[in-house]
């Protein structure tokens, strides 16, 4: 019995003893999080280019005898289209508040725009006029809703055209006037008007962003005068059809 006791004792003082030798267990592990990915923010100034497509119309001009005792007779016209490539670049702010992003843009694109009509007097003589729209440039403001990278914006604002006309006396001599054949005489000059559109852009990646945009431009009236031919010219509104894709890198967010 004694042996009973004398071992079991030695046991209880030998298993705290092994235990103290044995290594610490590792400390716990913090439970795994998974990384949240950054919200995009649309705020923020950016640059870029954009290249596309422009359609150009205007109807009839009202060509007219400029001076002298038949000023105001017709002498006849017709209308114009064209269409030619749109090239350039814009600048911009946007501030996004909640999913809704304001911002405002002006651009600058060279477009290709050329057209030539041919007309012929009672006399015989005839003509021709060339139709230029080589620069065109916009100031809008944007609204826009976003859902995360996507951005569906409508934009409208300020335009204006670096418009030309060149008439050229072909045969004959320019009724009422002293233009003979080979005479060309071209008035250019800025015109006005508005514009409206919309589009959609979306962030592919670090600060870039590409977009899909329509403008419809609507240039106002201009008169002038080709004093060699004396004859007046009242061009009417000249409507201008752009559809491109841009691209953009936007410097940082506020």
Do not use: C
């Not at 729209?133 to 934009?155: H, I, K, N």
């Amino acid at each position: 019995m004694k042996r009973i006791v004398f071992a079991a004792a030695a046991a209880l003082i030998a298993v705290p003893a092994l235990a103290a030798d044995l290594p610490a267990p590792p400390p716990p592990q913090p439970a795994y999080v998974p990384a949240v990915a950054p919200v995009f923010t649309w705020s923020g100034f950016y640059i870029g280019a954009n290249v596309g497509a422009s359609f150009d119309y205007q109807g009839a001009p009202n060509n007219t005898v400029a001076t002298g005792p038949f000023a105001g007779t017709p002498t006849g016209s017709t209308s114009h289209r064209s269409t030619g490539i749109a090239a350039g670049g814009q600048v911009g702010i946007n501030f996004q508040n909640g999913p809704w992003v304001f911002g405002a843009e002006a651009d600058a694109d060279y477009l290709s725009n050329k057209a030539t009509t041919f007309g012929r007097f009672i006399t015989g003589a005839t003509n021709s006029h060339v139709f230029t729209l080589d620069l065109l440039s916009t100031v809008r403001g944007r609204v826009g809703y976003a859902f995360d990278r996507a951005l569906l914006y409508g934009t409208g604002g300020f335009a204006m055209g670096d418009y030309s006309s060149t008439r050229t006396q072909l045969t004959g001599i320019a009724p009422f006037g002293t233009a003979t054949p080979g005479t060309a005489e071209t008035f250019s000059a800025l015109r006005f008007g508005w514009t409206a559109g919309g589009g959609i852009e979306y962030a592919v990646g670090g600060n870039w962003t590409v977009r899909a945009e329509y403008l419809f431009v609507d240039l106002q009236p201009l008169t002038y005068t080709f004093p060699l031919a004396n004859i007046r010219q009242a061009a009417p509104d000249e409507y201008v059809q752009v559809v491109r894709a841009g691209l953009n890198f936007k410097f940082g967010g506020f």
